[in-house]
């Protein structure tokens, strides 16, 4: 079997073989040739700008300095203000909340110099005994009379019946 190639795709071929040799020949010309000109371009000298001249730099500093005294197109550039201090916070004082010690008068206890009083919670039917100046839930125990008991805490006053008035 014989592959038969078009004569347009030789003719191709034999054009991208003729630019490969003279790219080849540009290559060789140029590496073996001893040009001035190229060893030249080799040995340039940057101009940077000199940092021993203070007129330059002060030159750059006003030029900066009007810049940002006088803003041109934008309202970011203008001058920093800064915001104003806050107000200082004053905290609030809440006044107590008043709060039923759920508390009642079960009993009472008179003997000479004892005063007691029978302290029963509602909430869970818990009884305790209490003299005066007692402690009872954050309540003090001001007074034990024959029919009542006064608790007090801070300027709250409260008074526990034995019996329910009449």
């Known amino acids: ?3 038969r190639t078009s004569p347009l795709v ?9 630019f490969n040799v003279y790219l080849m020949s540009v290559v060789v010309q140029q590496t ?11 040995n340039w ?3 940077l700008a000199r940092t021993d001249s203070t007129g330059t ?3 750059q500093a006003a030029s900066d300095q009007d810049i940002l005294t006088h803003p041109v197109f934008s309202k970011s550039r203008a001058p920093f203000v800064p915001p104003p201090p806050p107000a200082p916070m004053v905290p609030v004082v809440a006044a107590p909340v008043f709060t039923d010690p759920g508390l009642v008068l079960g009993g009472v206890v008179l003997n000479g110099e004892t005063k007691r009083a029978f302290l029963l919670q ?3 039917h818990i009884a305790a005994w209490a003299a005066e100046g007692d402690d009872v839930k954050g309540w003090k125990l001001q007074s034990i009379t024959a029919e009542t008991a006064t608790l007090q805490k801070e300027s709250h006053v409260i008074e526990l019946r034995l019996y329910p008035e009449k």
């Open 1 to 3: 079997m014989r592959l």
């Open 10 to 18: 030789i003719a191709c071929l034999a054009l991208l073989a003729v």
């Open 32 to 42: 073996a040739s001893d040009d001035p000109k190229a060893t030249a371009d080799a």
């Open 45 to 47: 000298v940057p101009r």
């Open 57 to 59: 730099q002060a030159r």
């Open 122 to 124: 509602k909430a869970n």
